[in-house]
């Protein structure tokens, strides 16, 4: 019989040992979209929010417990200011009142509320406007009590109430002429001790400003309201040269504005005393 060799096996017989694993690949590295933490930690990622630094909160529990603390019980010391200053005009007209009714009865002086935060008293052709604005303000360095050493000891001293009374034309307002101008005929301001600082025009009674002497009053407030009538009622309307007055348009007629519309001179502010802005209102 004749000899064959036996046909090679192409498959490598089965093997107990384990096969060498291949390496695997590394994987590229993801782009994220989510926020980026501050302190070099790796990007979170997308839409995980990242925690803060504790020194960025204890800025802002610093802030919140110093400034807005101090700002919210500026505020509750404004308002109670103003209610008590609209309590002090009410007597101050009623007593006028009375010592005018005996003289001349068509003189009327009359307390007018409006809003929490707004009241006017009118007399004969004047309006005076009280207003408290709802902010809380500070001031440049060089400007009013800002220097003073009074206000350096404590920064919450540095931030203000305030309370402006504006003089109007009593008709400016009753026949809505919308480009009739305002005064500004006194600010005052309060800080978290209650001291106020007030400025306006000279005509108004100023006491020597220095706020660590200065505490709000009663009897402070009605000189306030009774030297801005008196600055009022000493200003008298100046009318506008003839040259002025030649022409009227159609618009200033349907707007009910006179053609011979007045204003008033004679207000000007303390030479220690200059207009400024707030919030973008100009006084």
């Given at each position: 019989?004749?000899h064959t060799?036996p046909?090679t096996n192409?498959?490598?017989?089965?093997?107990?040992?384990?096969?060498?694993?291949?390496?695997?690949?590394?994987p590229?590295?993801?782009?994220?979209?989510?926020?980026?933490?501050?302190?070099?930690?790796?990007?979170a990622?997308p839409?995980?929010?990242?925690?803060?630094?504790?020194?960025?909160l204890d800025?802002?529990f610093?802030?919140?417990?110093?400034?807005s603390?101090?700002?919210?019980?500026?505020f509750r010391?404004?308002?109670?200011?103003?209610?008590?200053?609209?309590?002090?005009s009410?007597?101050?007209?009623?007593?006028l009142s009375?010592k005018?009714?005996?003289?001349?009865?068509s003189?009327?002086?009359?307390?007018?509320p409006?809003?929490?935060?707004?009241f006017?008293i009118k007399?004969?052709?004047?309006?005076?406007?009280?207003?408290?604005?709802?902010?809380?303000?500070?001031?440049?360095?060089?400007?009013g009590?800002?220097?003073?050493k009074y206000?350096?000891?404590d920064?919450?001293?540095?931030?203000?109430?305030?309370?402006?009374?504006?003089?109007?034309?009593a008709?400016?307002?009753?026949?809505?002429?919308l480009?009739?101008?305002?005064?500004?005929?006194?600010r005052?301001?309060?800080?978290i001790?209650?001291?106020?600082?007030?400025?306006?025009?000279?005509?108004?009674?100023?006491?020597?400003?220095?706020?660590?002497?200065n505490?709000?009053?009663?009897?402070?407030l009605?000189?306030?309201?009774e030297s801005?009538?008196?600055?009022?009622?000493?200003?008298?309307?100046?009318?506008?040269?003839?040259?002025d007055?030649?022409k009227?348009?159609?618009?200033q007629?349907?707007?009910?504005q006179q053609?011979?519309?007045?204003?008033?001179?004679?207000?000007?502010f303390?030479h220690?005393?200059?207009p400024?802005?707030?919030?973008?209102?100009?006084y």
């Amino acid at each position: 019989m004749p000899h064959t060799t036996p046909p090679t096996n192409l498959i490598p017989p089965a093997s107990d040992a384990e096969p060498t694993p291949l390496p695997e690949a590394t994987p590229a590295p993801e782009t994220s979209s989510g926020a980026t933490a501050t302190n070099q930690e790796p990007t979170a990622a997308p839409g995980s929010p990242t925690e803060a630094p504790a020194d960025r909160l204890d800025q802002i529990f610093e802030g919140l417990k110093q400034k807005s603390i101090a700002k919210q019980a500026i505020f509750r010391n404004t308002s109670a200011a103003f209610d008590l200053l609209r309590k002090v005009s009410q007597e101050l007209v009623v007593e006028l009142s009375r010592k005018l009714s005996p003289v001349d009865s068509s003189v009327l002086v009359e307390y007018r509320p409006v809003s929490d935060m707004e009241f006017h008293i009118k007399f004969s052709g004047d309006l005076l406007v009280f207003v408290m604005h709802s902010n809380i303000v500070t001031f440049p360095e060089d400007y009013g009590p800002m220097a003073s050493k009074y206000v350096e000891e404590d920064f919450r001293r540095r931030f203000f109430g305030h309370i402006m009374a504006y003089n109007f034309m009593a008709d400016s307002i009753k026949y809505q002429r919308l480009n009739d101008p305002g005064y500004l005929v006194g600010r005052l301001l309060i800080n978290i001790e209650n001291h106020y600082f007030l400025e306006g025009v000279q005509q108004l009674e100023l006491p020597d400003n220095d706020m660590a002497d200065n505490l709000l009053t009663p009897d402070m407030l009605r000189l306030f309201v009774e030297s801005a009538m008196i600055a009022a009622v000493n200003n008298d309307l100046i009318a506008q040269p003839m040259q002025d007055i030649q022409k009227i348009s159609v618009k200033q007629k349907l707007e009910n504005q006179q053609v011979s519309r007045g204003s008033k001179v004679g207000f000007s502010f303390s030479h220690q005393q200059h207009p400024t802005s707030i919030d973008g209102l100009v006084y």
